[in-house]
């Protein structure tokens, strides 16, 4: 499961970045978050803080994780869930750490 939103949040950078190519790193997290909650009941100011927050893209699909699922946020489940995606970001986007 870890992996699955790592794809799912490199995917949306990728094409949000390709759509907005001048916009920052904050605007870009923010346009992902902001798409991926849509049919949630989560406030703007939680997905702001996200958003500035998380300082990549393993970072930002951590905070995701642990925003769908609370019990990641928990050892020994957040660590492991935070090895998973950093693995997953060496292997395929190293740019994402």
Do not use: C
Not at 42 to 54: F, Q, S, Y
Not at 64 to 91: C, D, G, Y
Request: charged residues 25%.
């Amino acid at each position: 499961m870890p992996t699955n939103i790592a794809m799912e949040i490199l995917s949306a950078w990728k094409r949000k970045r390709n759509q907005n190519p001048s916009a920052d790193q904050a605007t870009l997290f923010k346009y992902i978050l902001w798409e991926r909650f849509a049919d949630r009941m989560i406030a703007d100011d939680e997905m702001e803080a996200m958003a500035h927050g998380a300082t990549s893209l393993a970072d930002l699909a951590l905070r995701v994780l642990q925003r769908e699922k609370p019990a990641m946020k928990e050892e020994p489940l957040s660590s492991s869930a935070r090895t998973a995606i950093r693995q997953f970001f060496v292997m395929n986007y190293p740019e994402g750490l």
